[in-house]
């Protein structure tokens, strides 16, 4: 292809990578990306580590906290369980908080560590590398396998391949989309969805099938596309990372000038790099780490693994391609913790000491109260004053409570619903009650008049909370 030499190639070389993503070709049209089968120490740590979240993330709905989900995200019902704590839609600050804490956490990983997680703990590319790419080795083959699979007509071998691979593909899927639906709706409502007719109900039958569909999509056809062009944190990595984020870099002062390895001839003058490719063609998403930082690359860290093995037959040090910092390379210092570090560090901190403090000082229950609307007071038939109010009381501890409801800040008489007696908030449960206070028209000092409302228990007051009672003022006062 012709191309325009530019002032910045004179300057930094013909980057033609720069010009184009590196799955597609001269016209716009995608190549079809097959990594060879990566081996090597970082490659165990990454297995181990998928291990470990894929059991947490299969694990996690089923696991049962005092009778309730260790982490369920209702977002139908608002409700909201993370770690076995319950958080009710009058959570939502600490809801905030804790989204918060997540955004900071991942934004100081990203400044000291690069793409961490999108390398070691992201789902799509735990599952992509270490589940579906692990199902293709298995079925197709290594990369040259696939791609002459790829080339060949359909015969009967491609067609049972591509059938097996599919469907242990479209397998995958479905478990995963249960799963997800799991942390939506909790586990007994999706046992209840697969046991019982689809007519029964069409729109949680409906997500499963959706969720299938959008995953066995991302899993066996996007793929990298989701990192590159979906994904909005890949897309920030540009202000987040500096010349002291620590990412997979390939040493250019030690590679270069690279050269390929000739028999009998000396290696004097050239760099460490043989030139052999192999961690271009261990690259999931198809680039040459030799370009330097880019926004295709995941911090896999396939190629170091690639190029350690490289560096073992040639004899030379490991670390060619390596975790560290651009400054590290071009300056030989070590790594440094930076004010910008710092910086997110002190957020983080503060962040998650409010958070805890609120979490540990909430109270067992939230009770609201609110005046009936459309109406200032009434007036009995025995000359009293009376005004309705609606009741919410919260129970956000994993004991059943049993209450009774005093008013205070007038003399007067609390009824309700089987006034007198006490009543049961199951743990985790909510009480919606309905009561009247009526006061002789004598005891009303002012037009509006401030009372309380006290939940009490064997123990004691439990909590209290404010309200007003309206009246016609007594002439007395
Ligand atoms: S350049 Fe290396 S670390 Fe980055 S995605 Fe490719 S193989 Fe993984
Ligand atoms: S694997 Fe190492 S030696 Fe081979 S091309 Fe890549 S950087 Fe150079």
């Known amino acids: 292809m012709n191309r325009t030499v530019t002032l910045e190639d004179l300057v930094y070389g013909e980057e033609d990578f720069r010009d184009h993503i590196p799955y597609e070709d001269a016209h716009g049209k995608r190549r079809w990306i097959y990594p060879r089968k990566p081996r090597g120490r970082f490659h165990k740590y990454r297995q181990i580590m998928a291990l470990g979240l894929l059991g947490l993330f299969f694990t996690m709905p089923h696991i049962r906290w005092h009778g309730q989900p260790f982490f369920l995200i209702n977002i139908f019902e608002r409700k909201f369980v993370i770690l076995g704590q319950v958080f009710w839609p009058q959570d939502t600050h600490l809801l905030i908080l804790l989204l918060l804490i997540f955004f900071v956490t991942v934004i100081l990983f990203t400044v000291a560590f690069g793409r961490i997680w999108c390398g070691w703990t992201c789902p799509q590319t735990v599952f992509m590398e270490m589940v579906f790419r692990k199902i293709e080795y298995w079925v197709e083959g290594d990369a040259s396998a696939q791609r002459k699979l790829d080339r060949q ?4 071998e491609k067609i049972r391949k591509k059938s097996l691979k599919h469907a242990l593909f479209i397998i995958i899927s479905l478990l995963i989309s249960h799963t997800v639906m799991m942390y939506l709706v909790g586990r007994d409502k999706v046992f209840e969805l697969v046991t019982r007719s689809p007519a029964e109900n069409w729109p949680g039958f409906l997500g499963l099938v959706t969720f299938t569909g959008i995953f066995y999509f991302v899993f066996s056809i996007l793929r990298e596309h989701a990192c590159t062009f979906i994904c909005p944190y890949g897309r920030l990595q540009g202000v987040l990372i500096n010349p002291d984020t620590l990412v997979v870099a390939y040493d250019f002062v030690r590679g270069e000038p690279r050269g390929k390895l000739v028999k009998g001839e000396k290696a004097e003058g050239k760099g460490d790099c043989v030139d052999c490719g192999l961690c271009v063609q261990v690259c999931p998403t198809g680039i040459d780490i030799r370009n330097g930082t880019q926004l295709e ?9 690639a190029c350690d ?8 040090p490991k670390g060619l391609v390596r975790f560290a910092s651009l400054a590290q390379i071009r300056e030989g210092r070590s790594f440094r913790f930076t004010w910008r570090m710092a910086a997110y560090s002190g957020v983080l901190l503060v962040l998650v000491s409010v958070f805890f403090t609120l979490i540990f000082t909430r109270n067992k229950v939230e009770t609201t109260i ?14 009293k004053i009376s005004n309705l109010y609606n009741v919410q009381v919260i129970n956000k501890s994993f004991d059943s409570l049993r209450i009774r409801f005093e008013m205070e800040g007038l003399p007067g008489v609390l009824k309700s619903a089987g006034h007198g007696k ?8 909510m009480l919606q009650e309905v009561l009247i206070f009526e006061v002789e028209k004598s005891q009303i000092p002012q037009l509006k008049n401030k009372i309380q409302l006290k939940l009490i228990t064997s ?5 209290k909370v404010s309200t007003t009672f309206l ?7």
């Open 459 to 463: 123990q004691g007051i439990l909590d």
């Open 153 to 156: 007509p359909w015969n009967a």
């Open 309 to 316: 093995e490289v560096m073992d037959k040639v004899k030379k």
């Open 370 to 383: 609110l005046r009936a609307t459309g109406q200032l007071y009434n007036e009995t038939s025995d000359g």
């Open 471 to 477: 009246g016609p003022p007594s002439k007395i006062h």
């Open 297 to 305: 690359c995941v911090n896999c860290t396939a190629c170091i693994d």
């Open 422 to 429: 006490e009543k049961v908030i199951p743990p985790q449960g």
